[in-house]
């Protein structure tokens, strides 16, 4: 007989997980709220769609440090290489870029949700658009259908796939259904918060240095002086805080601390130790001898930072470079290793991902079925795993949504 699944959200995972159970056999029919599939997916990657990441699956795993290990199956199962293979199938041919990150040669995100829905409806997939699932029926444990919007119609069907995302971007439909579905059936939700977020600083001259990006940078997170995270890489400046792939990782560890105004470290020469930048000014500030002390910090930081930071050093900008003393090169020395922001709170609606979800010890990591309701599947972001950013969140979606589909398709 053939089995009939619900697949709830048209994202990363309910995308996979419709597939794979479709053409396992199953009568398919995937609930999407939104007029149309993939949303979350168009945004990724700044709209260039970072698949996945190269990066070996015992490394991969360290890249989440939200129950990583919970993932090992799955990726084992369906692994960054063959999420290639499936795109390349699918005529999306893949480029790999700094840091082992995967994107389509087109860097167009909208290529790779065509050719999703296309393999979707070659594959027999019913798609029902504008359509919330406000419930599930559960008779002795094991799933019997959905309640399809608010006249309450019931599906009936031998499986459901919960692949609802998150709370990350709600512009997109993500509004965290999935947590409410799986509560009613018994399900543990862990505290919700925003992870891979842009942060909001304290300080007012931040706008000053709206849309500066710096390159090889370290920034260190800290609360009351205890040292919480440290990332090395790109980061940028916003009209309202920072933000960049460094401190959005950073921000994961940040985000319980909003209330204590944690303090974010910027290294700006971390490639050089104390003694060298010592050397370096030095060096800089013979060659600039006749200068004023503004004007001699060209060589060391971008334009658009130096005023900014003069005024960090509270040393007079007027001031000749050839009396500049010791102390002065060491207050310089000190500013350009700990280049202070103080953090006051997040911009949570542009989080990429949500740290909390499902519970991960009421799933099981090898077929993504509940503990708790029999035929009843999780997968993709609804479930309390978070990676950084690099294509990591994507390929998790990818394989949990992967291994859900195919044993929603012959869950007994």
């Known amino acids: 007989m053939t089995k009939k699944v619900a697949v709830i959200g048209g994202g990363a995972a309910g995308l996979m997980a419709s597939y794979q159970a479709s053409v396992r056999g199953a009568s398919v029919y995937l609930f999407e709220r939104n007029p149309n599939l993939g949303r979350k997916i168009l945004i990724s990657g700044k709209g260039r769609c970072n698949l996945t990441n190269l990066k ?8 989440f440090p ?59 997939v ?20 959905v309640i399809v919007g608010n006249d309450h119609e019931r599906f009936d069907c031998d499986s459901v796939v919960i692949a609802t995302g998150g709370l990350s971007y709600p512009a997109t439909g993500s509004t965290g259904d999935g947590y409410e579905l799986a509560r009613q059936v018994g ?41 919480l995270a440290s990332e090395f890489g790109e980061m940028i400046f916003t009209h309202y805080g ?13 985000i319980d601390y909003l209330e204590e105004y944690p303090l974010v470290s910027i290294n700006l020469k971390p490639a050089l130790t ?19 002390f503004k004007n001699a910090m060209n060589d060391l930081l971008p334009k658009k930072m130096i005023p900014v930071f003069i005024n960090y050093t509270e040393i007079d900008p007027e001031k000749p470079v050839n009396q500049i003393s010791q102390d002065d090169r060491k207050k310089i020395r000190d500013c350009l290793r700990n280049f202070q922001i103080t953090i006051s709170g997040c911009k949570e609606k542009e989080a990429i991902v949500t740290r909390g979800g499902v519970s991960v010890k009421e799933i099981n990591p090898k077929t993504m079925e509940s503990k708790i309701v029999n ?16 294509g990591y969140n994507l390929q998790s979606a990818f394989s949990t949504g992967f291994v859900a589909g195919c044993n929603s398709a012959s869950a007994k």
Request: hydrophobic residues 40%; aromatic residues 8%.
């Open 56 to 63: 070996r699956l015992d490394e991969f795993i360290e890249y």
């Open 66 to 124: 939200g129950n990583g290990k919970f993932l090992f199956s799955s990726l084992s199962t369906f692994s960054n290489r063959d999420l290639i293979a499936f795109f390349e199938k699918l005529g999306v041919k893949t480029k790999v870029e700094r840091g082992g990150r995967v994107f389509p040669v087109s860097d167009n995100s909208l290529d790779v949700v065509k050719a999703l829905q296309k393999a979707v409806t070659n594959a027999g």
């Open 126 to 145: 019913h798609i029902k658009y504008k359509s919330r699932i406000t419930g599930l029926i559960v008779e002795k444990q094991h799933i019997k259908g």
């Open 187 to 227: 399900h543990t939700i862990t505290v919700l918060k925003p992870s891979l977020v842009p942060l909001i600083s304290k300080e007012k001259w931040i706008k000053e240095l709206q849309g500066l990006t710096l390159r090889n940078v370290e920034a260190t997170a800290y609360i009351k002086q205890k040292k």
């Open 242 to 254: 920072i933000s960049g792939p460094i401190i959005l990782t950073l921000s994961r560890h940040i």
């Open 274 to 292: 104390e003694q060298e930048l010592d050397k370096r000014l030095i060096r800089d500030f013979h060659l600039y001898k006749n200068k004023i």
């Open 375 to 390: 035929g009843l599947f999780f997968a993709g972001e609804v479930i309390d795993v978070d990676g950084v950013t690099g």
